[in-house]
């Protein structure tokens, strides 16, 4: 199983842009789609964007179409969210994930590595 670790989050007005990267550990990232999940207070975590294994077809949710992108470097066992136009609505914890699925799943339960977060603050 990857163990994962994101950095980048912090605090930015509304309109700004972030950069995500989530480091994994171990030899076998390439063999797992990855993804970004995002919970906000006592909110279920919420489906952002996922990758492919070869990073070649991404899905994202419907609310980050157009602002986000994730990408990913097999060779530097990298995953990345390039977030544009940060709206309020968009503060949370962002969460890496990987897992040997689809990277169409959506329900959060599908994904079995999971990192610790980093926090994300929009304000207007």
């Known amino acids: 199983q990857e163990q994962l670790v994101e950095s980048g989050g912090g605090l930015v007005q509304a309109g700004d842009s972030l950069r995500l990267s989530c480091a994994a550990s171990?030899?076998?990232?390439?063999?797992?789609?990855m993804g970004w999940f995002r919970q906000a207070s006592e909110d279920e975590p919420k489906f952002v964007a996922a990758?492919?294994?070869?990073?070649?077809?991404?899905n994202y949710a419907d609310s980050v179409k157009g602002r986000f992108t994730i990408s990913r470097d097999n060779a530097k066992n990298m995953g990345y969210l390039q977030m544009n136009s940060l709206k309020p609505e968009d503060t949370a914890v962002y969460y890496c994930?990987?897992?040997?699925?689809?990277?169409?799943?959506?329900?959060?339960?599908?994904?079995?590595?999971w990192g610790q977060g980093t926090q994300v603050t929009v304000y207007s």
């Open positions: 994930v990987a897992d040997g699925g689809s990277h169409y799943y959506t329900d959060p339960n599908l994904f079995g590595a």
């Open positions: 990758i492919s294994k070869s990073g070649d077809s991404t």
């Open positions: 171990g030899r076998t990232f390439s063999q797992y789609a």
